[in-house]
């Protein structure tokens, strides 16, 4: 019973954690983005959502994995989600900055119509953001996965 109130706790403080770093980090790009930018936050969210599914892809999920499942100590987790985590985020902000500079006249339509949604700084602050969430739930979820095996 006690490891059950503590595996609760232990998960709802993390997921509480989680929602606070989410919120700081909206509010952040909230505060930068300023009343007149703010029309472009959902175009700059679904930019910094893409770069983290298509470059971030399960390296948080598996250093979940091996810790809950005792292959990797806690320490070693954290190692290695840092380690996949700015790997994958250099690389998907790279491409990210890549595409952005891309002149549009060799982009297709929709997505030159995609970058003129938003100013070229709001851009780049979302990508500034693919490491910063990436981290940030991945870490989080480390802690809960202590006590899932």
Known sequence: MRSGIRDV??????????LLFGLAG?????????AAGRGSFTVCITFYTILSLLFVIGGGASSIYHVASKKHSISEGVANT???????????MAAGFALFRLPPEY????L??????????????A??????GSLSSTLILLLPALGDF
């Open 9 to 18: 706790g232990i998960t709802g403080a993390s997921k509480a954690l989680t």
């Open 26 to 34: 909206l509010s952040m790009q909230g505060l930068c983005l300023g």
């Open 82 to 92: 840092w380690g996949y985590v700015l790997l994958g985020s250099v690389v998907g």
């Open 107 to 110: 982009m297709p339509q929709w």
């Open 112 to 125: 030159a119509k995609f970058f003129a949604n938003a100013a070229p700084r709001d851009f780049y602050l």
């Open 127 to 132: 990508m500034i953001l693919v490491p910063v």
